[in-house]
Nanobody
């Protein structure tokens, strides 16, 4: 089993920045992807960004391109989401996830095998 723990959420004003962290522990994985999803009240869980652990390839949702950056620290087993120029519509619970057996698009929550418990990000106007 793999455990994921998110941190770094909070209450900020529009235009501010936050950096979310997700640290993985447990069984060693290889050839996998780590992603961030978010879920706003009354909405489905939506894709935000993904990174391939080996090599660092990334892909972003259109809604966050140019504002958010996903990165990883291999030594710390940690993936980050740097969020700049935050908007009220970014308010959501942010989850990190791992797709350990890539065979799809990486864009849907059901493709992922492991999930953190989420961290709340609230952006006020």
């Amino acid at each position: 089993q793999v455990q994921l723990v998110e941190s770094g959420g909070g209450l900020v004003q529009a235009g501010d920045s936050l950096r979310l962290s997700c640290t993985a522990s447990g069984r060693t994985l290889s050839n996998y992807y780590m992603a961030w999803f978010r879920q706003a009240p009354g909405k489905e869980r939506d894709f935000v960004a993904v990174i391939r652990w080996s090599g660092g390839w990334t892909y972003y949702a259109d809604s966050v391109k140019g504002r958010f950056t996903i990165s990883r620290d291999i030594a710390k087993n940690t993936v980050y989401l740097q969020m700049n120029s935050l908007k009220p519509e970014d308010t959501a619970v942010y989850y990190c996830a791992i797709d350990a057996d890539y065979s799809g698009t990486l864009l849907h929550s059901y493709e992922y095998d492991y999930w953190g418990q989420g961290t709340q990000v609230t952006v006020s106007s």
